[in-house]
T-cell receptor, first 111, second 115 residues
Framework: QKEVEQNSGPLSVPEGAIASLNCTYS??????FFWYRQYSGKSPELIMS????GDKEDGRFTAQLNKASQYVSLLIRDSQPSDSATYLC???????????FGSGTQLTVLP | GAGVSQSPSNKVTEKGKDVELRCDPI?????LYWYRQRLGQGLEFLIY????????KSGLPSDRFSAERTGESVSTLTIQRTQQEDSAVYLC?????????????FGSGTRLTVV
């Protein structure tokens, strides 16, 4: 089992809809979870971090964490074409010294 | 500096040559990371520095790859005798500390092409 798994997509949603991105991880000891956005040809940009079970909201973004089920998700409300990017989930690796990244979910928001 | 700075932004080299990639992290960030991203692929961890020491070199793909960090600041990733499979974007990131607590800030990367 991979340490971090994401649906590769591509995921397409119409403008204004809610985009839901999911990630599962294998290490039950993980304590912190991150979502990055990567536009084509650019480097990843940190958009959300979450450490506790439940929801964390930041503007149009909501991160959801369920440690018992070992998944973390990212919801994007009122999706905009500018949200079109690859979204990467990141979890500390087994050594807890570096982040392990999922392969990313490519999101396209259609105008 | 205000962000993570990497140089050069692009590098084209002939197979068999050595290359040096540079990373200047955010001032005060003690942790520094190197990742590699091949075209259309995910991020592959290479090496982690805490201060000037490298507690985790597990991701370096071969002994042709080495890295150092001096003055708890600038880091250099060196690839010797480059091969075509080394072609990728090399990303550097820094964070205020190691461990699980912090997300990373990435530089804009160095795109390496081996011809």
């Amino acid at each position: 089992q991979k340490e971090v798994e994401q649906n590769s997509g591509p995921l397409s949603v119409p403008e204004g809809a809610i985009a839901s991105l999911n990630c599962t991880y294998s290490d039950r000891g993980s304590q912190s979870f991150f979502w990055y956005r990567q536009y084509s040809g650019k480097s990843p940009e940190l958009i959300m971090s979450i450490y506790s079970n439940g929801d964390k909201e930041d503007g149009r973004f909501t991160a959801q964490l369920n440690k018992a089920s070992q998944y973390v998700s990212l919801l994007i409300r009122d999706s905009q074409p500018s949200d079109s990017a690859t979204y990467l989930c990141a979890v500390p690796g087994r050594s807890a010294r570096q982040l392990t990244f999922g392969s990313g979910t490519q999101l396209t928001v259609l105008p | 500096g205000a962000g993570v700075s990497q140089s050069p932004s692009n590098k084209v080299t002939e197979k068999g040559k050595d290359v040096e990639l540079r990373c200047d992290p955010i001032s005060g960030h003690t942790a520094l990371y190197w990742y590699r991203q091949r075209l259309g692929q995910g991020l592959e961890f290479l090496i982690y520095f805490q201060g000037n020491s490298a507690p985790d070199k597990s991701g370096l793909p071969s002994d042709r790859f080495s890295a150092e960090r001096t003055g708890e600041s600038v880091s250099t990733l060196t690839i010797q005798r480059t091969q075509q499979e080394d072609s990728a974007v090399y990303l550097c990131a820094s964070s205020p500390g190691g461990g699980q607590a912090y997300g990373y800030t990435f530089g804009s990367g160095t795109r390496l092409t081996v011809v």
